[in-house]
Nanobody
Framework: QVQLVESGGGAAQAGGSLRLSCAAS????????MGWFRQAPGKEREFVAA????????YYADSVKGRFTISRDNAKNTLYLQMNSLKPEDTARYYC??????????????????WGQGTQVTVSS
């Protein structure tokens, strides 16, 4: 069981930046493929980004590619999401998820075992 706690959300202007963090418990965080998802009001939770266990491979949703960067610090058991050039449509609650059941960088919710409580990101125009 991995416990995940997100932080770093808040309000930002369009074009601005925010950095989300996800602190993970457990000694085996470094072995896990991890992901970020988001959910806007009235919408399904959607995939944002995923990262391999060592950080060498990443994968992004088309909607955030080139603007968001997923990274990790295994020594600190922490996952990050750097969000630049924010748009109002990025407004959502952002969730950290992991590990991936298969070890692959999956885009589907059911592929991930544990979830954090989420952190709210609100982008105004």
């Amino acid at each position: 069981q991995v416990q995940l706690v997100e932080s770093g959300g808040g309000a930002a202007q369009a074009g601005g930046s925010l950095r989300l963090s996800c602190a993970a418990s457990g000694r085996t965080f470094s072995a896990y493929t991890m992901g970020w998802f988001r959910q806007a009001p009235g919408k399904e939770r959607e995939f944002v980004a995923a990262i391999s266990w060592n950080g060498d491979s990443t994968y992004y949703a088309d909607s955030v590619k080139g603007r968001f960067t997923i990274s990790r610090d295994n020594a600190k058991n922490t996952l990050y999401l750097q969000m630049n050039s924010l748009k109002p449509e990025d407004t959502a609650r952002y969730y950290c998820a992991g590990p991936s059941r298969s070890g692959a960088m999956s885009t589907t919710r059911l592929s991930y075992v544990n979830w954090g409580q989420g952190t709210q990101v609100t982008v105004s125009s």
